[in-house]
């Protein structure tokens, strides 16, 4: 079951250029999640969801094999700061999104579109073929990262979130047939090098 039970408030959101975006990237880099940063990766989330993931339900994901399982955070060059997290469920030939969130004063500098490459990159690597999720009809920030990645909204879940709102269900097909998306090239490219 997808959790993208989301809302998005950033302060930058729509204000900020893409070459600020571009300047941002740089100065983030990813890596696994652990268990000592659930508590900041739960601070995101409390500022990011309209019914967050609670600390122990990100601390849960810890108590599963690593095989079901991939987390990432994104942390400020030199500094160590987590900025932003995602993480995703892998299935029998699938991979479903399970929470992706970037902190406020990050939002619109390419943080999440990096993150989202990274899980699919990942899902990839792990020959699964398709990567799924669900989104609120609302949350008009994440659906447009998830278009510019290429995916697309294959249906609607009916009263899906705790307060009635639909999910749309966004689905990427053939990761394994070859990169269909440019904003997934690079990072599919450099995850077959490994
Ligand atoms: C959705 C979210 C993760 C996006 O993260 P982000 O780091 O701000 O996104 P990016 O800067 O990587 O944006 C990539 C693309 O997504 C789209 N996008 C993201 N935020 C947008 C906004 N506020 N307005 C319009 N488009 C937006 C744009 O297409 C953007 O590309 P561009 O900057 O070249 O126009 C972030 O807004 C967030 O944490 N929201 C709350 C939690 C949430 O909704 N999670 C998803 C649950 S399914």
């Known amino acids: 079951m997808g959790f993208c039970d989301k809302s998005s408030r950033g302060r930058f959101d729509g204000v900020e250029t893409r070459s600020e975006a571009r300047r941002a990237e740089a100065l983030v880099n990813l890596r696994p999640m652990g268990a000592d940063d659930v508590r900041r ?11 967050p993931w609670s600390e ?45 969130g970037v902190d406020v004063p990050w939002r619109r500098r390419g943080v999440g579109l990096q993150l989202c490459q990274a899980l699919i990159a990942e899902a990839a690597n792990r020959n699964l073929d398709s990567v799924l999720l669900e989104v609120r009809v609302s949350n008009q920030s994440a659906i447009l990262l998830y278009e510019q990645l290429g995916m697309r909204s294959i249906g609607r879940r009916r009263g899906y979130y705790p307060d009635g709102e639909d999910a749309a269900v966004y689905w990427m097909p053939g990761l394994l047939d070859g990169v269909s998306s440019p904003a997934l090239a690079s990072t599919a490219k450099e995850a077959r090098l490994q």
């Not at 990766?41 to 019914?51: D, F, G, L, P, Q």
């Open 41 to 51: 990766v739960a601070a995101i989330e409390m500022v990011s969801n309209r019914s």
């Open 56 to 100: 122990s339900l990100f601390a849960g994901e810890f108590c599963l094999p690593e095989s079901r399982r991939h987390w990432l955070v994104a942390v400020v060059v030199g500094v160590g700061d987590i900025v932003g997290f995602g993480g995703i469920s892998i299935g029998v030939d699938e991979a479903e999104v399970l929470n992706l």
